[in-house]
Antibody, heavy 120, light 107 residues
Framework: EVHLVESGGGLVQPGGSLRLSCAAS????????MDWVRQAPGKGLEWVGR??????????EYAASVKGRFTISRDNSKNSLYLQMNSLKIEDTAVYYC???????????WGQGTLVTVSS | DIQMTQSPSSLSAFVGDRVTISCRAS??????LNWYQQKPGKPPKLLIY???SLQNGVPPRFSGSGSGTDFTLTISSLQPEDFAAYYC?????????FGQGTTVEIK
């Protein structure tokens, strides 16, 4: 059974940094593109970015709202996905989900999410 | 970026009703359209991919249709567990974008 478990969320001041992790199990992690999606309190879903798999050189893409501040990485030996968030802004406050991209380019599995609160 | 617009933003319906939710893309996306259901405090759940393919384990009362710019999610007979928020998402090209959501409430 596929499981995705996020961790690392918490309260951080504006301008601060935080690193989120997503532990994956139940599938061949290295085969899949992986994404981060966030949801501000009471709002809709916003794609944050993705990282491709080995055949595609682990290249990354980001939403314009986080480009240059956030970095997605992965460690296939640990079946883990990461989101390094720097220069955090109040508007980055959200639940952050990791999600597996299926071959049909949809998000077929999601973690439970981890809450990031940016506040002074 | 491709803008996704859902309608209505919310609706009220009875158990047993047929419900349709619309999603419009700002440009043609062929059938690169997915639908998700989200209940409060839970992550989204994939219902439909490729505009009309039912995800494994999803009840057949859910169906999707459309291509190009106009898409529809239909629930043929609304069940108590279907009261939730529904989102469309385009997977034509990045940045992946979602509709603003449609909340289905009990009437």
């Amino acid at each position: 059974e596929v499981h995705l478990v996020e961790s690392g969320g918490g309260l951080v001041q504006p301008g601060g940094s935080l690193r989120l992790s997503c532990a994956a199990s139940g599938f061949t992690f290295s085969d899949h593109y992986m994404d981060w999606v966030r949801q501000a309190p009471g709002k809709g879903l916003e794609w944050v970015g993705r990282i491709r798999n080995i055949p595609n050189s682990y290249t990354t893409e980001y939403a314009a709202s986080v480009k240059g501040r956030f970095t997605i990485s992965r460690d296939n030996s640990k079946n883990s996905l990461y989101l390094q968030m720097n220069s955090l802004k109040i508007e980055d406050t959200a639940v952050y989900y990791c999600a597996r991209e299926a071959a049909s380019v949809d998000f077929d599995y999601w973690g439970q999410g981890t809450l990031v609160t940016v506040s002074s | 970026d491709i803008q996704m617009t859902q309608s209505p933003s919310s609706l009220s319906a009875f158990v047993g009703d047929r419900v349709t939710i619309s999603c419009r893309a700002s440009q043609s996306i062929s059938t690169y359209l997915n639908w998700y259901q989200q209940k409060p405090g839970k992550p989204p759940k994939l219902l439909i991919y490729g505009a009309s393919s039912l995800q494994n384990g999803v009840p057949p009362r859910f169906s999707g249709s459309g291509s190009g710019t106009d898409f529809t999610l239909t629930i043929s007979s609304l069940q108590p567990e279907d009261f939730a928020a529904y989102y469309c998402q385009q997977s034509y090209y990045t940045p992946w974008t979602f509709g603003q959501g449609t909340t289905v409430e009990i009437k």
